[in-house]
C-alpha cells in the first residue's frame, strides 16, 4: 500500500491558486482510475482506489498548508507505513510552470507544507514537485503562490495535470523516469513547460499575459527596441569626409 497526498490549502476561494496544484493533482488521478468518493479521516479527505495493481490511499490535508504533515502522518501511521510508502504532489516555485521532477528526499526549499511533513514523518519520501514557476522577487511569492493561475496558464495546467492523473500508475511502480518523460511530452511543444525553449516566459504567465515572445528575435532585441535608422548627411564636410574614409558608393 503506499499513500498519495496532494497538498493545497481547503476551501473554494483558494482552488484555483498555485499553492493548490497538488490538489488538483490529485483530485485527476481520483478521477481517471475511479477512486472511491472523498471522505473525511485523518484531519484530511481521503479516497481509496489502485494504481499499477498497488493499493493507494489518496490524502488531501485540509488542516491548511502550514500542517499537512499532521493529516499524512495519522494516515502513514494508522497503516504502519513508512516514509518510503509516501509519494506527495505538491507546488514548487523554483521550477519553469509545467516542469515536474520527482526526487526522494531533500530540503523543503520554504515550502510550508513539505516543512510540515519533514517534522511529522520524516525526509526519504518520494516529493512530485510540480513546477508553477517564480515571481522574480521574494516580495513577490507570498502574493504568487495564493494567486490563482493565470488564464494564459491553461495552454499548460490543464494537460499537465490530465497527464499525472493518466500516468500516476508509474509512480505506483516506482517508474520515475518514466513518468516524467510522459509528462513532459504532455506538456505543450513538449520543451518542459512554460519557462523552457519552446515555452512561455515565466514574468508572462505571472501577470496573466503579457506580451508575446517575437520568434526568431532574441530577448535582448525584445528589451531594446530597434531605433530608427539615423540618416547620414548626403552634401557638405561631413558627406564629404565619409565618401573619403568609405568611397561613394552612390
Do not use: C
Request: aromatic share 6%; glycine share 16%.
Amino acid at each position: 500500500m503506499l499513500i498519495f497526498a496532494g497538498l493545497g490549502n481547503p476551501g473554494a476561494q483558494y482552488q484555483n491558486h498555485r499553492h493548490n496544484v497538488g490538489f488538483m493533482a490529485a483530485d485527476a488521478i481520483a478521477r481517471r482510475h475511479s477512486f472511491s468518493p472523498w471522505t473525511k479521516k485523518f484531519h484530511g479527505l481521503i479516497a481509496e482506489g489502485t494504481l499499477g495493481g498497488e493499493k493507494i490511499l489518496l490524502v488531501k490535508p485540509q488542516t491548511f498548508m502550514n500542517l499537512s504533515g499532521q493529516a499524512v502522518g495519522e494516515a502513514m501511521r494508522f497503516y504502519k507505513l513508512t516514509p518510503a510508502e509516501v509519494v506527495v504532489l505538491y507546488d514548487e516555485l523554483d521550477l519553469a510552470p509545467g516542469k515536474v521532477r520527482v526526487k526522494v528526499g531533500g530540503g523543503a526549499g520554504g515550502h510550508n507544507g513539505i516543512r510540515s511533513l519533514d517534522q511529522h514523518i520524516g525526509n526519504p519520501y518520494k516529493r512530485v514537485r510540480i513546477g508553477i514557476g517564480h515571481p522574480g522577487v521574494k516580495e513577490l511569492v507570498h502574493s504568487y503562490v495564493l494567486g490563482d493561475f493565470a488564464k494564459a496558464d491553461r495552454d499548460w495546467l490543464e494537460p499537465l495535470i490530465d497527464a499525472i492523473g493518466e500516468h500516476a500508475p508509474l509512480l505506483a511502480k516506482g517508474d520515475d523516469n518514466g513518468f516524467m518523460n510522459k509528462l513532459t511530452l504532455a506538456v505543450p511543444g513538449g520543451k518542459g513547460g512554460v519557462g523552457e525553449p519552446g515555452g512561455t516566459p515565466p514574468a508572462a504567465s505571472a501577470a496573466g499575459g503579457g506580451p508575446a515572445k517575437t520568434k526568431g528575435v532574441s530577448h535582448i532585441r525584445q528589451a531594446r527596441p530597434q531605433q530608427p535608422q539615423v540618416k547620414l548627411p548626403e552634401s557638405g564636410p561631413m558627406a564629404a569626409m565619409l565618401k573619403k574614409l568609405f568611397g561613394d558608393k552612390s
